[in-house]
């Protein structure tokens, strides 16, 4: 069973930097996928960055470009998200999500994602 487990969150005044970590169990991580996605008091989840398990290709939501950074460590089975320049809309959930299949051989989009942690709270006050 795919268990996913974040860690990170917190509160950040409005510019300030935090670094999430998500430690992935039960699956082969690293043919897997990675992406991080958040959800915003009464807005649905979006997706906001992935990593490819193959060829190291990364995406990002245009509302995070170059302030957000997605990397992985496969040998910790650990997917990070730098964020920097935090502005007060970033305040979310935050939730690490693996792809629904492993080694998938096209660079997914949001909704080939199926497994989720339980989510960590980041807030950033103006």
């Known amino acids: 069973q795919v268990q996913l487990v974040e860690s990170g969150g917190g509160l950040v005044q409005s510019g300030g930097s935090l670094r999430l970590s998500c430690t992935a169990s039960?699956?082969?991580?690293?043919?897997?996928?990675m992406g991080w996605f958040r959800q915003a008091p009464g807005k649905e989840r979006e997706f906001v960055a992935s990593?490819?398990?193959?060829?190291?290709?990364?995406r990002y939501a245009d509302s995070v470009k170059g302030r957000f950074t997605i990397s992985r460590d496969n040998a910790k089975s650990t997917v990070y998200l730098r964020m920097n320049s935090l502005k007060p809309e970033d305040t979310a959930v935050y939730y690490c999500?693996?792809?629904?299949?492993?080694?998938?051989?096209?660079?997914?989009?949001?909704?080939?994602?199926?497994?989720w942690g339980q989510g960590t709270q980041v807030t950033v006050s103006s």
């Open positions: 990593f490819t398990w193959s060829g190291g290709n990364t």
């Open positions: 999500a693996a792809d629904k299949v492993p080694a998938r051989p096209v660079e997914p989009g949001p909704g080939d994602f199926g497994s």
């Open positions: 039960g699956l082969t991580f690293s043919i897997y996928n």
